[in-house]
């Protein structure tokens, strides 16, 4: 199905009076992308996995790939699970001058620009254009206007058009966009998106759009994303609550071609997340709460090993945790702008802070080697019940019905997939 097709179908039945939406899966990490997809074949849906601007890119991002590396990634993982490529949609997040800022307009957007028209020409056809950003030369104070927004997303928009084949892209705009990766500060409340600034900026975008020549692109904007009041941080979860999100949803559904897409999910209780898909919050975006879900089951794996084995293991034990710890230690790029507080509250922060920037470290070789020794020190033996219900109860009664070994990537896969399971 063709990305356009599919969303004109998820905007209809929106407007209908469904509470249908689509999980996106914004993350890069083998284990996570692995179950998304088996998940995507239990349930008979259509996987949407993005990638982000500082993740990949034309430079290689963190991930060290650039997008043409990216899909390659994802597809040779689908064909390794006889996923159908036609039921994989590929999204860009966050495409913009977010990495350039600390440059002027002229060269963070040809940057973006260069970046965009990569994004388009690898094969992603969901375009999130994000140029909320201030850049080197904007005013150093007072919001940035939607105007100039706009007329940086039409810029972009219309390099996008020009690198795109037969199957158009789909675009998602809006000027309130959270931050890539959760908020810095833990707070106790977010502004949520006004009606009328959601029609301002509808307004200021569809001026731009059409003053570039993009009247058909336009067409294909199928989402705006707002702030409808959820959001989390290093040791904070802002659920949503659909009466203070009451106006802003009432004005969403007078819109007749565009849905709402959500950022920062990550964590929201089933509850929450059920509501937010009847209220018109159609596109979910979750990702470190899908890591997070990794890094849980990895510690578990080891507390199972230090049981299993009461003596050291052949090859010896994964020492994963410390490991972890030692690489974040040695390199705290990743999470020293991050985490603050005393050296405790960030040692803490540094192994479960919802922030989740461990997974920033997990492809580094020395500790995907921790993993894959811990992976076979578990996959030596046969695990007992009761350890599996001691460490995996919420997956237990799930493993009991399963015929088949139960290994190590499956326990981890079973941990992401009921993260994904709570967005159906």
Request: proline share 5%; charged share 25%.
């Amino acid at each position: 199905m063709k990305t356009v097709t599919f969303f004109n179908n998820l905007i209809r039945e929106q407007k209908s009076g469904r509470d249908t939406a689509v999980c996106s899966v914004c993350s890069a990490n083998e284990f996570v992308l692995e179950a998304a997809m088996e998940d995507g074949k239990e349930s008979g849906r259509p996987v949407l996995i993005e990638a982000t601007a500082n993740q990949v890119n034309q430079f290689g991002g963190y991930s060290g790939m650039k997008p043409k590396d990216f899909v390659s990634f994802v597809k040779n993982i689908a064909r390794r699970l006889d996923f159908p490529e036609e039921s994989l949609i590929l999204g860009g997040d966050h495409l913009g001058p977010l990495v350039w800022s600390d440059e002027e307009e002229r060269h963070a957007m040809d940057k973006a620009a260069t970046l965009v028209s990569q994004y388009v020409e690898a094969g992603f056809t969901k375009i999130h254009i994000d140029t909320t950003m201030r850049l080197a030369d904007d005013p150093k104070t007072g919001r940035l206007p939607d105007s100039v927004i706009a007329r940086r997303a039409a810029w972009l928009c219309d390099a996008a058009e020009a690198s795109a084949g037969e199957d158009k892209p789909v675009y998602v705009i809006g000027s309130e966009v959270p931050i890539p990766g959760g908020a810095m500060e833990n707070e106790d409340s977010v502004e949520i998106t006004k009606p009328e600034d959601l029609e301002s900026t509808l307004e200021a975008f569809r001026k731009a759009f059409h003053e570039a020549g993009l009247h058909e692109a336009w067409r294909r904007v199928v989402a705006v994303v707002v702030q409808p009041g959820v959001e989390f941080a290093d040791n904070s979860i802002i659920q949503y609550d659909p009466v203070k999100a009451a106006k802003l949803i009432d004005y969403a559904r007078s819109l007749d071609n565009v849905v709402l897409e959500g950022h920062s999910t990550d964590y929201q209780p089933k509850a929450a997340l059920d509501m937010m898909r009847r209220d018109g919050i159609a596109i979910l975006k979750v990702g470190p709460a899908l890591t997070f879900a990794l890094r849980e089951a990895l510690f578990d794996l080891e507390r199972m090993e230090q049981i299993l084995y009461p003596f050291s293991p052949d090859g010896g034990y994964s020492y994963f945790s410390n490991i972890l710890e030692g690489q974040l230690m040695s390199n705290p790029v990743y999470w020293e702008k991050y985490y603050r507080g005393s050296p405790q509250e960030k040692a803490y922060a540094r192994s479960f802070s919802l922030s989740d920037r461990c997974r920033y470290y997990l492809n580094d070789p020395i500790i995907k080697a921790s993993i894959a020794r811990l992976i076979r020190n578990i996959n030596a033996v046969e695990l007992p019940f009761g350890l599996l219900s001691q460490y995996f109860p919420d997956q237990k009664e799930r493993l009991l019905t399963m015929k088949t070994k139960i290994t190590a990537e499956l326990l981890i896969k079973e941990r992401i997939k009921d993260v994904l399971r709570k967005y159906r």
